[in-house]
């Protein structure tokens, strides 16, 4: 279990981000809580935002999303704009969460390798 200065990080975690530290755990992909990221907001002014998980092992960033009332294409477009990994996952509504999960991870792994294959290294 992993823990910070007051405890467990599970400590502060709400039952969607419960679940899909566990499905990372149990799928043994490392994972860090709310490890910080400098991003540019849509004015241009540096900022830090802390996604739910970052996977270290593979570069990328997991939001959990918790409600339908919060505007995460908002997020969505400044991490893309950014040039963010970050996979927005509903485990709160969405039965099949894991599968979609595991799925948008293989699929920024073969955007990257398209990328890597066709670098001019002559």
């Keep these: 279990m992993l823990q910070n200065k007051n405890g467990s990080v599970y400590e502060g975690m709400t039952n969607a981000e419960l ?3 566990k499905f990372l755990t149990d799928n043994d992909i490392y994972w860090k809580f709310e490890q910080a990221v400098y991003i540019t907001d849509d004015k241009g002014r540096p900022r830090v ?4 998980f970052y996977l270290p092992e593979l570069g990328i960033y997991v939001e959990v999303c918790g409600t339908d009332k919060f505007d995460y294409e908002f997020r969505k477009n400044i991490y893309y704009d950014n040039k963010i990994p970050i996979i927005f996952v509903h485990a ?6 894991g599968d979609y999960l595991i799925k948008e991870i293989q699929n920024i792994h073969e955007k990257r390798w398209e990328l890597i294959k066709s670098l001019d290294y002559t």
Excluded: F
């Design 49 to 52: 935002w802390t996604p739910d």
């Design 92 to 97: 709160y509504k969405e039965d099949k969460w």
């Design 19 to 21: 679940k899909v530290s």
